[in-house]
């Protein structure tokens, strides 16, 4: 597994446990899909993903979506 494919599956594992969260306890659970959404969406524009730091620095691979090297 590469550090893409890593930000990835955690992304969607996010969203997934906060939309179960949401069902079974509170709508305020739906403010952590927000977050997830809105860093992936940073994330695309700036290239920084706070996950794909963790990811390198666990020593994965880099895919072609995160670099981790500093420009």
Known sequence: MNIDRA???IA???ILVSLA???LFSPYWL??????GA?????AFTG???AAIIFNRLG????TAFSCSPR
Request: with cysteine; glycine share 8%.
């Open 60 to 63: 994965l691979k880099p895919g």
């Open 21 to 23: 969260l949401y069902w």
């Open 31 to 36: 403010l952590l899909t927000a977050f997830v």
């Open 48 to 50: 920084f993903c706070p």
């Open 39 to 43: 860093n992936l969406l940073q994330s």
């Open 12 to 14: 969607g594992t996010m």
């Open 7 to 9: 930000v990835f599956a």
